[in-house]
């Protein structure tokens, strides 16, 4: 019923920026977090950016001061700016809600950072 249609993925060099956005239909009753992972080839998926249930928002400290998530709740939409990109970043991200004790994931969109 929940799903979530990501964008704004693609290759980007070293030191510019991308906008990724998220489209959320279906339920949104209940949700307790909004926000993004990211994996990379090899790697756990980690956290990024997420919003909760009140506002309040979180950062992976690797990616504070330079990246921003928003969410236009009119629009059922997560954004995430980064900017400064570094190879560092380069993974495949994913849009993610919780909705009470389920996750729901996009199908994931490929960052790739050049040096």
């Known amino acids: 019923q929940v799903q979530l249609v990501e964008s704004g993925g693609g290759l980007v060099q070293a030191g510019g920026s991308l906008r990724l956005s998220c489209v959320i239909s279906?339920?949104?009753?209940?949700?307790?977090?909004i926000g993004w992972y990211r994996q990379a080839p090899g790697q756990q998926r980690e956290l990024v950016a997420s919003?909760?249930?009140?506002?309040?928002?979180m950062y992976k400290d690797s990616v504070k001061g330079r990246s921003t998530i928003s969410r236009d709740n009119a629009k059922n939409t997560v954004n995430l700016q980064m900017n400064s990109l570094n190879p560092e970043d380069t993974a495949v991200y994913y849009c993610?809600?919780?909705?009470?004790?389920?996750?729901?994931w996009g199908q994931g969109t490929q960052v790739t950072v050049s040096s």
């Open positions: 993610y809600v919780r909705i009470w004790t389920y996750d729901y």
């Open positions: 279906g339920t949104t009753f209940s949700i307790n977090a």
């Open positions: 919003i909760n249930g009140d506002g309040t928002t």
